[in-house]
Structure formats: C-alpha cells, structure tokens
C-alpha cells in the first residue's frame, strides 16, 4: 500500500487504496504550522488563549483578533490559515443566528459544535473545494443551566430516563475540537498549532476532569501553557490573545469577552515568572551532574 500521494492526493474526493484522504493530512499540516491555540474548560466558565506571532513589527498591537465572538455565550479560537478560520467563523455566526431565528434562544455550544462539523466534513467531499486549513476550538457557557427547569414548556418527565436533575438546572461550560476532517470531540482541555505537544502535557497536568480549576486561575494557567508551548519557538515574538466566559453570576454574566488588560497583564507576569523559574531549576540539575 502506498504511503505517499502519487496521484490519489490530486482530488479532495478521491481516496488512497489504504483509505486515506490526502487533501485532508496536507490541511492538517498547515495547523501543525500555525500559532498555539488553547481551550481549558474550567468549573465556572471557559477560557480561550492564542499565541498571535508578530510577523511584521509595521502591525498595530491589539489589532488583528484571532479569538472571536459566535454569539454571546460562545467563542471561537482558531490555528492554520487565517482566511480559512475567518471563514469558518462566518458560518459558526450563520448558523448561530438561525438557531435564534428558530428557537428564540442562543445556540447551545454542543449543537454549534455538531452543525460546524458538519459543514467542515462536506468540504473534504468534492473535488470543487477543498477542506479547511484550519482546527477550530469552541468554547461556552450554557446559560440555559441557571434556568429552572419546573414549570418550563416541555420539560420531559420527572423521573426515568431524560428526567430532571436534581438540581433542577441544565447547561454549563462546554469546549469542543472540530479538526479539518470535520470530527470534533468535547474536550476537558484542548490544544492545537505548533506547541500543541507541549501545550497538551501542560493541560494533562491539570486534572481538568476534577472539575475543580476556577475561572480566574484558568486564565493563569492559560497564559502560563501558552508561554510554555512557545519556548520552542523562542526567534519569534508573539502577543498572547485571550478571551473567557463565565456562569451567569461570574465575571462576565455569561458572555464572551476579551480578558480584562489588568488581568492578562497580570497573567502574563506569573507566566514570565513560573518559565524563569524552571530555566534555573534546569541549571542548578545540570551544574549537580
């Protein structure tokens, strides 16, 4: 079996005699060649960080958003190509509108997650278009989960399968992956672009499924996984990007925002300060031996 494209990789709609998509792998690449992008999942919200790599020192600081806003509740951090991701977010917003034209409420994050996966999927069908040049990581708050559910119009039964939790709320933090081939998973912790090894390792340290990390520190920990995840790529300056959103009586009343500057600020110092310490952990480890 062939392990290289030697002319299956010329149609998007065309596979290999091994069953490979080719046109899909090369767009996987093109994320491996990107800036980090991090998702964390935390007990009271989600927050959202890139590293944003200065390629030209003519561009305006702050300018050029990567993370942005689907609808209030959701927010979209992208890696790879920069117009394919515009793009997407494009559609994220289409479908985000529909879904309020219909239901006359936000879109829930799971069902953003499930009609852009869907679309990112129809491109790697047809030898027309191609698939997207980026992985896309979803984040919201579920506003819905501090609405009681007694009383409410087809609230399904109280007990049995699909019945009512105890507390009667539903909802909550959700973070999903949607990948070039169109799968996505729900994730505790995700991480895509170059540093996405080292970002990973980082997020696994964190026991996110515990279900114990605050929003506040989730921002820390971001900016401290994004510095890391750098360190590989040291030549080049970057400007860390982040966003969060939180339950209804957190920071930000359950909307996607930029982190306040004092707080990214701060963030950032810790970062510095935590990577500072492990250079000289590492040299003090050498000088022993």
């Given at each position: 079996?062939?392990?290289?494209?030697?002319?299956?990789?010329?149609?998007?709609?065309?596979?290999s005699?091994?069953?490979r998509?080719?046109?899909?792998?090369?767009?996987?690449?093109?994320?491996?060649?990107?800036?980090?992008?991090?998702?964390?999942?935390?007990k009271?919200?989600?927050?959202?960080?890139?590293?944003?790599?200065?390629?030209?020192?003519?561009?305006?600081?702050?300018?050029?958003?990567?993370?942005?806003?689907?609808?209030?509740?959701?927010?979209?951090?992208?890696?790879?190509?920069?117009?394919?991701?515009?793009?997407?977010?494009?559609?994220?917003?289409?479908?985000?509108?529909?879904?309020?034209?219909?239901?006359?409420?936000?879109?829930?994050?799971?069902?953003?997650?499930?009609?852009?996966?869907?679309?990112?999927?129809?491109?790697t069908?047809?030898s027309?278009?191609?698939?997207?040049?980026?992985?896309?990581?979803?984040?919201?708050?579920?506003?819905?989960?501090?609405?009681?559910?007694?009383?409410?119009?087809?609230?399904?039964?109280?007990?049995?399968?699909?019945?009512?939790?105890?507390?009667?709320?539903?909802?909550?933090?959700?973070?999903?992956?949607?990948?070039?081939s169109?799968?996505?998973?729900?994730?505790?912790?995700?991480?895509?672009g170059?540093?996405?090894?080292?970002?990973?390792?980082?997020?696994?340290?964190?026991?996110?499924?515990?279900?114990?990390?605050?929003?506040?520190?989730?921002?820390?920990?971001?900016?401290?996984i994004?510095?890391?995840?750098?360190?590989?790529?040291?030549?080049?300056?970057?400007?860390?990007?982040?966003?969060?959103?939180?339950?209804?009586?957190?920071?930000?009343?359950?909307?996607?925002?930029?982190?306040?500057?004092?707080?990214?600020?701060?963030?950032?110092?810790?970062?510095?300060?935590?990577?500072?310490?492990?250079?000289?952990?590492?040299?003090?480890?050498?000088m022993?031996?």
């Amino acid at each position: 079996m062939t392990s290289i494209g030697t002319g299956y990789d010329l149609s998007n709609s065309v596979f290999s005699p091994d069953g490979r998509n080719f046109q899909v792998e090369y767009a996987t690449k093109a994320v491996e060649n990107g800036g980090t992008a991090i998702g964390i999942r935390c007990k009271d919200g989600v927050v959202l960080a890139l590293e944003k790599l200065i390629t030209s020192k003519l561009l305006k600081p702050g300018a050029n958003k990567r993370i942005s806003t689907v609808d209030r509740n959701i927010g979209v951090v992208s890696s790879g190509l920069l117009p394919d991701g515009r793009h997407f977010v494009s559609r994220a917003r289409d479908e985000a509108a529909s879904w309020r034209s219909t239901y006359k409420a936000p879109i829930p994050t799971t069902a953003l997650a499930n009609r852009m996966g869907s679309y990112v999927q129809a491109y790697t069908l047809y030898s027309s278009v191609r698939p997207f040049g980026v992985t896309a990581i979803i984040g919201g708050w579920d506003s819905e989960a501090e609405l009681p559910v007694d009383g409410e119009v087809g609230s399904g039964p109280s007990v049995g399968a699909g019945g009512k939790k105890e507390d009667g709320k539903r909802g909550g933090p959700f973070l999903y992956m949607i990948e070039p081939s169109g799968s996505y998973w729900g994730y505790y912790g995700a991480a895509t672009g170059k540093g996405r090894q080292a970002a990973k390792s980082e997020l696994e340290k964190l026991n996110l499924s515990a279900g114990e990390l605050s929003l506040y520190d989730g921002v820390k920990e971001a900016a401290r996984i994004i510095h890391v995840a750098h360190d590989d790529n040291k030549d080049k300056e970057f400007e860390l990007e982040m966003t969060w959103v939180s339950s209804l009586d957190g920071p930000t009343k359950g909307r996607h925002e930029e982190v306040p500057k004092e707080l990214l600020e701060e963030a950032e110092r810790l970062a510095k300060k935590a990577l500072e310490g492990d250079d000289e952990d590492e040299e003090e480890e050498k000088m022993e031996e």
